[in-house]
């Protein structure tokens, strides 16, 4: 990706906006433009596009207006765009502050938990494996959600089944860039803690995320055996931000949900499950407090970005920064393992 001074290439340029617009979780509407532009002249030769933008003939492309076109005609003219000067005045400094997480966060190699507009994400499948091959990983679970997540278009066993051929060839095409999209579900915990899809299709995934999306005032007791039946549940993994609470955003604040925290802890510990440490700044799942207990309780964690568009995969530093402050020994932290490690531990 390149930085503020360098000339970027018009796609770059695109990108780039929208990425840095993504990481400070502008809208998707609102960072759609740059990235159907940028689409729209990836088919294009270099020459093709300087002559357009030469032509003024750039809006007749379908998906780039007029703004976007000013972006490519600055690009293919060497200039670094003025809208991307802008961008990354406003949104490109680091998400932390005094470099906090940094250290943590260049010893991950991979994100267990993103979604891509199969689900509720914004983007198609293969502009989140680019950005995550841009970003350094190893790896990134692609984790769209289940059946029952209506709102969220979750996947029915059939598109799941169709997401993993897509997955196998997303795959194919990146063959030599050291990095594996890896096959993964975020699976809703029912009410009862059984789980949103069935065992045959969790069996073909490589690795599975399980979350409360729904009753997250269920009573207490209630909680607590909801997330301990899913977490004894065969073929679990992460458990995804486990309170459910929100403390920033658009989406307004809700306190998270009541649980047994040690117990579900425990519980975690002993099927060898990891406590996701979830990114995202609207999050900042589990709070301190329990992030600490489990810490205590000797579990596993899996720092991730939860990202629902390319640039939100950016915000693993914000839970390396928790992790840290935690003093979470790396080791503990899964998916700073190698990729046969892991897939080793989810498929044990
Ligand atoms: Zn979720
Ligand atoms: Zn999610």
Not at 89 to 114: C, N, Q, Y
Not at 139 to 153: E, G, K, Q, W
Not at 246 to 270: H, I, M, W, Y
Request: aromatic letters at 4%.
């Amino acid at each position: 990706m390149s930085g503020p001074d360098e000339a970027p290439t018009p796609v770059a340029a695109l990108r780039r906006i929208a990425f840095l617009l993504e990481r400070a979780r502008a809208d998707t509407y609102k960072v759609k433009a740059f990235r159907a532009a940028a689409a729209a002249i990836l088919p294009l030769s270099t020459d093709d596009v300087r002559r357009r933008a030469d032509d003024g003939t750039l809006t007749e492309l379908s998906g780039v207006g007029a703004s976007t076109a000013k972006v490519i005609t600055e690009a293919a003219r060497g200039e670094v765009p003025r809208r991307l000067q802008e961008t990354e005045a406003e949104h490109g400094r680091s998400l932390t502050a005094g470099g906090a997480g940094e250290r943590l966060r260049s010893s991950l190699r991979g994100d267990l938990h993103s979604h891509s507009d199969w689900s509720d994400g914004g983007s198609p499948i293969e502009e989140m494996a680019f950005t995550a091959i841009e970003l350094g990983h190893d790896y990134l679970v692609l984790t769209d959600h289940s059946p029952r997540l209506t709102v969220a278009n979750g996947l029915s066993a059939a598109r799941l089944e169709r997401q993993l051929g897509v997955v196998d060839a997303v795959n194919e095409h990146l063959a030599g860039h050291g990095f594996t999209l890896l096959k993964g579900i975020e699976v809703d915990i029912l009410d009862d803690g059984s789980l949103d899809q069935s065992d045959e299709m969790l069996a073909k995934l490589e690795l599975r995320v399980a979350s409360v999306h729904s009753k997250l005032k269920m009573d207490k007791d209630k909680m607590t055996t909801r997330m301990v039946n899913a977490v004894s549940a065969t073929r679990m993994n992460v458990l995804g931000h486990c309170t459910g609470r929100l403390v920033t955003g658009n989406r307004g604040t809700r306190p998270g949900s009541q649980f047994d925290a040690r117990k579900v802890f425990e519980a975690c510990a002993e099927h060898d499950v990891a406590v996701e440490i979830n990114s995202r700044p609207e999050r900042r799942d589990p709070p301190t407090k329990l992030l600490e207990l489990a810490r205590d309780v000797g579990c596993l964690f899996s720092i991730d970005s939860d990202a629902h568009a390319p640039g939100q995969l950016d915000f693993l530093v914000l839970g390396c920064e928790r992790a840290e402050a935690a003093g979470i020994e790396e080791e503990r932290i899964v998916n700073t393992w190698p990729r046969e490690r892991l897939l080793a531990w989810a498929n044990r």
